[in-house]
T-cell receptor
């Protein structure tokens, strides 16, 4: 069983719409959750992090966390063609001195002009 | 400027050769990671290290080796035992403990091609 799961997509949305990206994780003890954006051929860049249940908003981006359901999501409002990229969910797992960051396989987002 | 530096950006290897990818960080991070990414795929963890002189295998460690002699450096050797090494390799680092915004920072990657 994969530790961090994402739908690989592609997810296609029209420009101006809301894009919803989802991620589930298996380690119930995980404390920190991250969303990265990766353009083709480039390294991932951090968009948001969240560690408390509920919503966290930053500009057009909203991260949502539900630890009981082991579910984290990213909403992108007013989607732009420049948002077209692969979005990676990452979870910090483990405890004590052996924590590691585990990534999902990513969801490819296509914003159609 | 603080950050993570990977070198080289492009690397070509002949079959049967070992090659070493460099990763250096000046962020004073304890944890460092190596990931492999194949075209159209996600990141797969090769090795990670939480402290100097200690490291753990990730999901796809076979055919790879690492060392962590200094906090700033975490080189990855791709050995001849790795049968399909052509991929994009990413090094990352993060704060090991404490604080909640313990995100991983990435280098620019090394693209390895077997010729």
């Amino acid at each position: 069983q994969k530790e961090v799961e994402q739908n690989s997509g592609p997810l296609s949305v029209p420009e101006g719409a809301i894009a919803s990206l989802n991620c589930t994780y298996s380690d119930r003890g995980s404390q920190s959750f991250f969303w990265y954006r990766q353009y083709s051929g480039k390294s991932p860049e951090l968009i948001m992090f969240i560690y408390s249940n509920g919503d966290k908003e930053d500009g057009r981006f909203t991260a949502q966390l539900n630890k009981a359901s082991q579910y984290v999501s990213l909403l992108i409002r007013d989607s732009q063609p420049s948002d077209s990229a692969t979005y990676l969910c990452a979870v910090k797992e483990g405890s004590g001195g052996y924590q590691k960051v585990t990534f999902g396989t990513g969801t490819k987002l296509q914003v159609i002009p | 400027d603080g950050g993570i530096t990977q070198s080289p950006k492009y690397l070509f290897r002949k079959e049967g050769q070992n090659v070493t990818l460099s990763c250096e960080q000046n962020l004073n991070h304890d944890a460092m990671y190596w990931y492999r990414q194949d075209p159209g795929q996600g990141l797969r963890l090769i090795y990670y290290s939480q402290i100097v002189n200690d490291f753990q295998k990730g999901d796809i460690a076979e055919g790879y080796s690492v060392s962590r002699e200094k906090k700033e450096s975490f080189p990855l050797t791709v050995t001849s035992a790795q049968k399909n090494p052509t991929a994009f390799y990413l090094c990352a680092s993060s704060i090991r403990t404490g604080g909640m915004n313990t995100e991983a920072f990435f280098g620019q990657g090394t693209r390895l091609t077997v010729v």
